[in-house]
């Protein structure tokens, strides 16, 4: 492994060369993803300067650890959402002057929208996103709107429907298998992937 990190290394670092860009080395961290306790390899250098290895690290706002579970991720997501249904709740509560309409809005544009970034990677994880109900069965009739988990799995569709039309052949794979196919290639059935929440 080290030898083949070294190699990447250096054509990384060849290819950044030939075409002029500057990689902030200081803003770069490494993460070896595994299902096992990690035994981190060798420093890894780049530019001679040593880039540390990291137990979870941040991608595109996206909190990834070494076992790709989302638990993090979704734990700070879930703190994200709730703080910002703490400095709506003037907005939101049930006295407040804001039509049902505007309540509404507020919900799906600043709350939804955190629970559910990136919703179509890590909806197959066990650590899925499950508030509690609502004391009023009605409401998201009433609303017209779908509960996060529903919500979730249509992203989802979405997602996989739009990337098998991609021009990208590595996109248009993404979801290209059937549970059949993961039964014959893990015979313990052990291993999820993000098509699974449709499955």
């Known amino acids: 492994m080290t ?3 070294a190699h990447a290394s250096s054509v990384l670092q060849h290819y950044f060369h030939r075409w002029k860009l500057q990689v902030n080395i200081h803003k770069t961290e490494a993460i070896l993803f595994t299902r096992r306790r990690p035994t981190l390899p060798a420093p890894l250098l780049f ?15 996206l909190l990834l650890d070494h076992r790709l579970l989302f638990t993090r991720h979704l734990m700070n ?3 994200k959402a709730t703080g910002t249904l703490v400095k709506l709740f003037p907005l939101l509560a049930h006295d407040s002057t804001s039509s049902a309409q505007n309540k509404l809005t507020l919900y799906k544009l600043c709350i939804r929208s955190i629970l559910t970034y990136a919703a179509p ?3 197959s994880t066990s650590s899925q996103i499950n508030p509690k109900r609502t004391p009023i ?27 098998s039309n991609h021009t990208n052949p590595l996109i248009r794979d993404i979801g290209n298998y059937s549970l059949c196919d993961l039964h014959r290639q893990y015979k313990k059935y052990i291993h999820k992937r993000t098509k699974h929440i449709l499955l």
Not at 139 to 163: K, V
């Open 77 to 79: 997501v879930t703190h």
């Open 137 to 163: 069965p009605q409401l998201h009739t009433i609303c017209n709107t779908l509960p996060i988990h529903e919500h979730i799995r249509h992203m989802t569709a979405r997602f996989f429907d739009n990337s």
């Open 121 to 123: 990677v890590c909806s």
């Open 47 to 61: 530019q001679n300067i040593q880039i540390p290895w990291k137990p979870h690290i941040c991608y595109l706002g």
């Open 3 to 5: 030898r083949r990190l």
